[in-house]
Structures are given as C-alpha cells and as structure tokens.
C-alpha cells in the first residue's frame, strides 16, 4: 500500500514540477523576441505536457472499463501527432489536408510498431 501512495507522490511530484516548468517558460517568454532555442525547449515541454497528460487520460480510463494496454505507445503516437500539428502551425502551413495525410500515417505506424515488435520476439 504504501508503494502505491509513494508512486503516485512522485507522479503528482513530476506534474506539478512540469507545470511549474510550463508556466515560467510560458509565461516569462514573448515568443517574437526570443531566440529559437527557447521555442525548441518550449515546444519539447508542451508535448512532454501532452504526453503526460495523455497517458494520464488513458491510465484514468481504466476505471471506466477501457483497459488499454500498451498505454505508452499508443500516448507516444498520439503525442507525435500532435506535435507535427502544432510545428505546422506554428509555420502557418497547417489545412485540412495535412491533418488528413498525417492520421492514416501515424495510424500505420502505430500498428507497424506492433508488427516490428513481433518480429523480434520470432527471431
């Protein structure tokens, strides 16, 4: 019991910390008069916020009876498509098409890794 109260101290611990970290970079920034190496770290924080968050959802979703099982990959790819929405945006080359091209595209991949991992695991 007290294993289970100590990892979820040290996940609220790694959230508040990331929050924390969200609001002073956010917040103190002015994004059209910083150097690019704060819009990297910038956007690195926000989708590791994403991820966070995600798996989160999907850990939570369990108490309502939807038990996902490879909670991590399926939050990884989530969280890579969204970051290649929000960098498209934040270019101002973001349309409909993109969205439609990049679904299917993380779609296969998702189930490409599932195929990869079964290879190994044959050899």
Do not use: W
């Not at 969200?22 to 704060?38: C, H, I, L, M, Q």
């Not at 996902?68 to 790819?77: E, Q, V």
């Not at 969204?82 to 299917?104: H, I, K, M, T, Y």
């Amino acid at each position: 019991m007290k294993s289970t109260v100590r990892k979820h101290a040290r996940k609220l611990a790694g959230l508040t910390g990331l929050l924390v970290a969200d609001g002073v970079v956010f917040g103190s920034t002015n994004s059209r008069n910083v150097s690019s190496f704060v819009l990297v770290i910038g956007f690195v924080l926000l989708m590791t916020t994403f991820y966070y968050l995600l798996y989160s959802l999907l850990a939570f979703a369990r108490l309502y009876g939807l038990s996902i099982r490879r909670k991590r990959r399926l939050a990884g790819s989530l969280t890579g498509l969204a970051g290649c929405l929000v960098a498209l945006q934040s270019v101002g080359e973001l349309n409909s098409r993109d969205v439609l091209v990049l679904l299917p595209l993380v779609a296969i991949g998702y189930i490409y890794s599932f195929y990869e991992r079964a290879n190994r695991r044959a050899e």
